[in-house]
């Protein structure tokens, strides 16, 4: 009975999860909110097609690479679970989706086998959604059926509702269109890997401006495998990426490792959050308010470093020490900053995740074919990761 029951979850999920997934593709297919616009069937049915059916088709074969794998490997493991999340105009329908692992591994191999099968699964589709996003862009009608005022500009309308040289005219006239656009931009910031593929696969004369192509579904929905794949291959903790490099390095190389990356992860996400330059100012114009917001954020540091050792003191000290070198690395090199949208994802590792990994009984060394797999899976999270995904 229990067995049904967790069944119907899974299936409620799924279907949750492709209805708000298809609504989050209509959204970014029209840029107009259902909640607003209300549902726009042609819409809706472009949304399905363009976006949740790739979108989610990525997700599906990532998760059925692990959970086939685990079956193939005899390690007992549940069917995904789908989290469907949608914040209308403002989100991608879902967090995502998992399995869960319900035996003990208690060997390398197995450990590799399952963490690498569905990064490497998903990325097939996710490079395949993109490329084919690019090599079949529309005309520009296709931008205009969504901004009708810029055809007005023809196919350079960037250079004149994203330059602020044009937000106001000769006369001082303020173009509320321009203003509105600048300000409801979402640009998708290239990996070496998606940057290619837009280099090579795209018709250079239909790529839209920037900031329009998170209304091209094929494109939003590649780039987002391509970095979710990036995300799962960090070779952190309990992640993928983790999973393969302790089977590739072994538990004790693994947990000195681990904490390096996490932490330089960690001082990346927050460079630049705060300045030395702009703290005075900060204080003088919002006073008791921006010493308790940076507060917060030493705390949330602190809870990013909570697990890393047994000694709570030992964590204070690496949190600190870390908020200190991105005020001296920010003071230094003001121009470079980090990505703060990566902070919520430290958090999870930090906090909940973890940083280490659990020991097997079987530590024997892997293969010479699958330690070559294993560093090829490492090289694509260096390809599909983007230090500014979006901005």
Not at 35 to 55: Q, R, S
Not at 216 to 224: D, E, H, K, R, S
Not at 278 to 295: P, S, V
Not at 340 to 351: D, E, N, P, V, Y
Request: proline share 5%.
């Amino acid at each position: 009975m229990k067995k049904y029951k967790t069944l119907l979850l899974q299936i409620g999920l799924f279907l949750a999860t492709v209805i708000v997934t298809t609504f989050a593709g209509m959204e970014w297919v029209t840029g107009k909110t259902v909640i607003v616009e209300g549902i726009d069937w042609n819409a809706l049915e472009k949304g399905f097609w363009w976006y949740t059916f790739p979108f989610l088709g990525f997700l599906t074969v990532h998760e059925f690479g692990h959970y086939f794998m685990a079956k193939l490997r005899k390690v007992k493991a549940t069917l995904p679970y789908y989290i469907p999340l949608w914040i209308p105009g403002i989100s991608f329908g879902t967090a995502g989706a998992l399995i869960r692992i319900k035996d003990e591994i208690k060997n390398r191999v197995n450990y590799f086998d399952i963490g690498v099968a569905g990064p490497l699964a998903g990325f097939v589709i996710a490079f395949a959604a993109l490329a084919y996003g690019y090599s079949h862009l529309p005309g520009p009608e296709f931008i205009y059926s969504i901004h009708p005022e810029y055809e007005q500009y023809g196919v350079h309308y960037g250079d004149y509702v994203y330059e602020p040289a044009y937000v106001a005219d000769a006369f001082g006239i303020v173009d509320s269109a321009a203003i509105e656009a600048q300000l409801g931009a979402f640009k998708l910031g290239d990996s070496f890997l998606s940057g290619w593929i837009k280099d090579n696969y795209a018709d250079q004369k239909l790529l839209p401006h920037i900031n329009e192509l998170s209304h091209y579904p094929f494109i939003l929905a590649g780039f987002l495998g391509l970095f979710f794949t990036a995300l799962n291959l960090m070779p952190i903790g309990q992640l993928d990426g983790g999973h393969i490099l302790f089977s590739l390095i072994g538990e004790k190389n693994f947990n000195k490792v681990s904490p390096v990356f996490f932490t330089a992860f960690v001082f990346y996400a927050g460079l630049g959050f705060y300045k030395v330059e702009e703290m005075q100012m900060l204080f003088f114009e919002q006073g008791y308010r921006a010493l308790l917001n940076f507060i917060i954020y030493v705390y949330v540091m602190y809870l990013c470093f909570s697990k890393i050792s047994s000694n709570r003191q030992t964590n204070w000290i690496i949190a600190l020490s870390v908020i200190l070198l991105q005020f001296a690395f920010s003071y230094f090199f003001p121009s470079i900053e980090g990505y703060s949208g990566f902070l919520l994802f430290a958090f999870l590792l930090g906090r909940v995740l973890g940083i280490y990994h659990p020991p097997v009984e079987n530590d024997k060394p892997m293969g010479v074919s699958r330690i070559i797999i294993g560093w090829i899976s490492l090289l694509i999270f260096v390809l599909c990761f983007s230090p500014y995904p979006f901005y």
